[in-house]
T-cell receptor, first 113, second 112 residues
């Protein structure tokens, strides 16, 4: 048990809709990273939040956005959903310092139909 | 951009066999992670290393920084070790602004 919890665990949305995924980070961790894992692929980095600000971003369009709250929990928002957005979305929390070990949540399985 | 390659992609072995999974990357890194993913999705961090060797139970991870290569070994493999094993690297100076770059994973099946 890593202490990182994600909700919901599964979600079905229709193309064009918007979705919000949530992540509660491990206690004391001020950094949250989000990843998208398509079926049969390794996870791809979406973005990272550190102390409520975006601190790095992968190759994802602006319709992928996020927030980090003062308690370091985080949201991933995806607008104008496309079929290819169907994937497992993982969040990982870590301390932004020399100890960069990341602790992963169980993921949210998003299906866009 | 770092390219992470894992081999083999799929591995089936008998219980008790010694297992080796390899990972190579193209650009210098600050840390390398070995992760385990079971069906259903959740990822568990097995090791984080930046040099040398680490051991935890039946698992051993090594890294050669000069050769940009790491290996994960499983001794006395057991069916419960069946999972996808993923190598991931963090590039740059370690400030944390870069996310992890992942390999595609090695799908390991240990048969009784």
């Amino acid at each position: 048990e890593t202490g990182v919890t994600q909700s919901p665990t599964h979600l079905i949305k229709t193309r064009g809709q918007q979705v919000t995924l949530r992540c509660s980070s491990q206690s004391g961790h001020n950094t949250v990273s989000w990843y998208q894992q398509a079926l049969g692929q390794g996870p791809q980095f979406i973005f990272q939040y550190y102390r409520e600000e975006e601190n790095g971003r992968g190759n994802f369009p602006p319709r992928f956005s996020g927030l980090q709250f003062p308690n370091y929990s985080s949201e991933l928002n995806v607008n104008a959903l496309e079929l290819d957005d169907s994937a497992l979305y993982l969040c990982a929390s870590s301390l932004n310092g020399p100890d960069l070990e990341a602790f992963f949540g169980q993921g949210t399985r998003l299906t866009v139909v | 951009k770092n390219e992470v390659e894992q081999s083999p992609q799929n591995l089936t072995a008998q219980e008790g066999e010694f297992i080796t999974i390899n990972c190579s990357y193209s650009v210098g890194i600050s840390a390398l992670h070995w992760l385990q993913q079971h069906p259903g999705g959740g990822i568990v961090s097995l090791f984080m290393l930046s040099s040398g060797k680490k051991k935890h139970g039946r698992l051993i991870a090594t890294i050669n920084i000069q050769e940009k290569h790491s290996s994960l070994h499983i001794t006395a493999s057991h069916p419960r070790d069946s999972a996808v094993y993923i190598c991931a690297v963090r590039s740059g100076s370690g400030g944390g602004a870069d996310g992890l770059t992942f390999g595609k994973g090695t799908h390991l099946i240990i048969q009784p």
